[in-house]
């Protein structure tokens, strides 16, 4: 099967006070571990409520962006089968060590060719959610501000969308949901491509820009009415919105995004549409890309192509 | 990859003009072709609007129940796989011809130990959506009654779900995302079993009870807002509701089951959670199955183990 | 301007400290206070969190059914209007002191001809939300349970539903907004009649049964979304629903029935539409009674009738 | 009683064949009227479908902005009532004539402080829904567009909002229930206010700007779902968005500013708190006018203040 999901999401922030209540106060993240990374940095390692695996998303102290991703895979031989397609798309591999990651089994790591760190599993620690799995509950009786109940995708910026977009179908078995072209015809030149190996609409999306950067890690909301509720919460917590509520025009999905304290772009996403691989892509042209993200204003922002972490 | 998704349900219905009005006006699919099929029954072809193949739902005038279940593979080895894995469970496999069903490509035919019709395929005639795949609009200008856009699951019956869930687990690659059980304890006893090859939360549930009936087969809708005002429609259209508004325990769905004029019972459900094959499978005991079913309610009404087609 | 709205709902209880759980932590209302009434019996007193003034709930141990509802006048040249109109009418009147009810200012009192106490008085003590009059928030930012906004409105029974609709009419300027009616010219048969005096489509609702009986006391929620996770909430709490989530004909409101520990009913609502008085009046006949009450069912349930206290 | 609602906003438009487009197709009203009026400009009559008097919003060919705007009193009596109140604030007050609008009874007119022109009126010819009175559903099974159900309320600017404040109290009997102060202690220097005689949380709100103008007029929907799909719709009708789908803080309400095709300002608008005149007043200060307005983005786009007809 290969990748399985976006497993955690490993991001830098400057102030690990301001993160906290911002993930665990606003977002209402359960925090599962905090220590110190090897290099002395202080890490919070946190789980939305709807998750089971010890964690999601990692906060490091020290600048902002993101440090790495971590996919999981469903057979411990898939990491064998990643490596092998990675090695044979160039890409230099090393192994990864159980406890490189607290709580997360070893695998392998590496470089994309938009230089984001990679990072392939198939081992963690399941500790359940709050509701159990026993005639559970819908939803926890007590959440906290938004309440996101799982991390769902991330947007990342490169200077090679194709190769990028190549690399993602070659090693990791994904397939592109939705493209930005300049032209309906000539695919060749992908201006952003939104990818994913299952049936969620993207896991990994990808756009032009700088190497190595960070547009948004999203979380999961329910529906509509949650994304319009987690504004409301955004503004009487003061965290800044980018844009919305509103829609994307690519995915379908009802949308704000804001920032957390250190700048990093974060999203609550809800809605967009089953993915299939035989699914007919959706080709937007880039004369359309602003009403391809956002659906609304029909155009973009200023900050959506130059504010990145 | 195996079975990618329920490809199309096709049912029995006892009068063709009163079904199409409850499946064209009330539910809003499309239609897509009107034959008669090679027995001389009147048939009809429809498909959701987000829906890209020929058809999802086939009406066979004469009866009621189900005929048979198309399950679409990824890839078109996928069928001889299948086929292998039938064949060692110790099923009967037929071979399908491209035209067995209209715009339906070459597969194979078994029966299940549930005494249900499958059919595996590979291809279909993709005729598209009428929102398009450029640029396209968010969903169409002009949607008709409840405006289903897609085929989502179905609920059928058997005298032995242990041996229903084990072959959809060694033939189709399914894992139950849900299951309920006589104990916590001795997951022998399966009372009822909610599987899937993705990450829908439920393709094929299956429950004790006559051989070879259906309970129901579903739609999927955005969200609880596009449930409630099925509910509506469902009133104004003298479409007798079986429950609902309401939510499931089990899957989370949010749901209205309702009945077709022939008696055949429906289902619209939205939510649910995102299946993966590591999650802990969440597990109900029969004395919590009124609540695992009937969130609200919880208790079981007479209809929902009675009335079968 | 005569009846501004109903003030209070003062019930009476079986047993406090379930009581207290039930509209405390269930429905979220916040305790303003709690005492011992003249006759000896504990009281606890309650408003949403969207009230201003002291409270709209005041339970009362001892026995169950409603023991008064208090209705505030704009101008306290009102009481005595409504007392003129009172007497005019043949009813008896008090006068109400100053304390007779905590923080609740003089006015008068009266027994209906449909056996239910009535209090009309002008002054509260105003408490109050949390999110204060000065560049609020839109809502508090930590709810508890349902965390409803405010007490909307009540049904009652009585042998004579069309001497309340005058009563109702002369003294307190009330209009009918829906009606039932055993036929749709003869308007003199009113089997049941939902009444107002502002916007709200019902501030009292009348239908035939029992003098002096409760049918339910209603809390007003946001939308159908508030309505659907109430409803998630009370099954996570043990509460007893006697019908919904679903949808009123009459007031096309949305809604949830369910019951207090005591077996008092309670309601959340939400929608309807705005009142006007010259708005032509809904009217059904007896034999739609069925969608005018459960919209989406379409026929009583038996308790609709029968479960009163 | 007095005022009883915003019974037609008259409004000019540029293009009656664009307009006609905009109100009817997307907005969804029903066109109840197509006319010259006296001065020889085309004119259409619109009312939303839970309307039942003959129009609510009138389109006359010719410029932009307001031509005046009609308010229905609940008795005739209150017709004389409201001129000699306005007569007594100073106002000139000249009857007006059965006919002088279609379907529209005899009442009086008047500029107001702002240079508005308001109509007074009591009898309307009341054509109905289509759902009707008699055991209705609760909303047409075929709506157009957004379909919003009623006219709700405008927004207009004046150069001295003290005075029409005053005006809106002394003769209209409205009450603020939002304010925008300079200071929260300092009620004079009123910069903005929110006007009701009803539950409505407001009918008419004034804003410092030039005299006569108007920012916008207001369609109410049902909720944040359906404001939510409104904006789509106006995507996929090119209608231009100012702002939305967001929440204001003053009033609560969600909403999306809109242009019509001739730069008249509309809105969509749902939620809201129930108004009352004994419920304390909301009051903003000018340095948090951003978030009053603006609940999401916490400022004023140049728009706002500047974009009116």
């Known amino acids: 099967m290969g990748i399985m999901r976006m497993g955690y999401a490993h991001v830098r922030v400057t102030d690990m006070t301001e993160a906290k209540n911002h993930y665990a106060s606003t977002l209402g993240l359960y925090e599962t571990l905090e220590d110190t990374s090897p290099e002395g940095n202080k890490r919070v390692f946190y789980k939305g409520w709807d998750e089971w695996d010890h964690h999601s998303v990692v906060l490091e102290e020290g600048g902002v962006g993101v440090v790495k991703y971590g996919?999981?895979?469903?057979?411990?031989?898939?990491?064998?089968?990643?490596?092998?397609?990675?090695?044979?798309?160039?890409?230099?591999?090393?192994?990864?060590?159980?406890?490189?990651?607290?709580?997360?089994?070893?695998?392998?790591?590496?470089?994309?060719?938009?230089?984001?760190?990679?990072?392939?599993?198939?081992?963690?620690?399941?500790?359940?959610?709050?509701?159990?799995?026993?005639?559970?509950?819908?939803?926890?009786?007590h959440l906290v501000g938004i309440g996101a109940p799982a991390l769902d995708h991330s947007l990342i910026t490169t200077e090679d969308v194709g190769t990028m977009e190549r690399m993602l179908s070659d090693v990791f078995g994904f397939y592109a949901t939705e493209r930005v072209q300049t032209s309906l015809e000539d695919d060749h030149?992908?201006?952003?491509?939104?990818?994913?190996?299952?049936?969620?609409?993207?896991?990994?999306?990808?756009?032009?820009?700088?190497?190595?950067?960070?547009?948004?890690?999203?979380?999961?909301?329910?529906?509509?009415?949650?994304?319009?509720?987690?504004?409301?919460?955004m503004t009487m917590d003061?965290?800044?919105?980018?844009?919305?509520?509103?829609?994307?025009?690519?995915?379908?999905?009802?949308?704000?995004?804001?920032?957390?304290?250190?700048?990093?772009?974060?999203?609550?996403?809800?809605?967009?549409?089953?993915?299939?691989?035989?699914?007919?892509?959706?080709?937007?042209?880039?004369?359309?890309?602003?009403k391809g993200i956002f659906y609304h204003d029909r155009e973009l922002n200023e900050r959506f192509t130059t504010v990145l972490t």
């Open 189 to 233: 030149e992908c201006v952003g491509t939104w990818m994913t190996s299952n049936n969620q609409i993207h896991q990994l999306a990808v756009i032009g820009g700088p190497q190595g950067k960070l547009h948004h890690f999203a979380f999961r909301l329910d529906d509509w009415n949650s994304v319009g509720r987690a504004a409301d919460l």
């Open 71 to 141: 996919w999981k895979v469903e057979h411990e031989a898939d990491i064998d089968d990643v490596e092998a397609k990675a090695k044979a798309f160039g890409l230099t591999v090393e192994r990864m060590s159980k406890g490189d990651n607290p709580e997360i089994g070893d695998g392998i790591r590496f470089v994309t060719p938009s230089e984001h760190v990679f990072e392939v599993y198939h081992q963690a620690t399941a500790i359940g959610t709050e509701v159990g799995t026993h005639n559970p509950e819908v939803f926890p009786r």
């Open 238 to 290: 003061d965290v800044p919105i980018d844009i919305g509520p509103t829609r994307h025009g690519i995915t379908r999905g009802q949308t704000v995004y804001f920032f957390d304290p250190s700048g990093n772009r974060n999203e609550v996403f809800s809605g967009g549409y089953l993915a299939f691989p035989d699914r007919p892509r959706h080709v937007w042209t880039v004369d359309q890309i602003g």
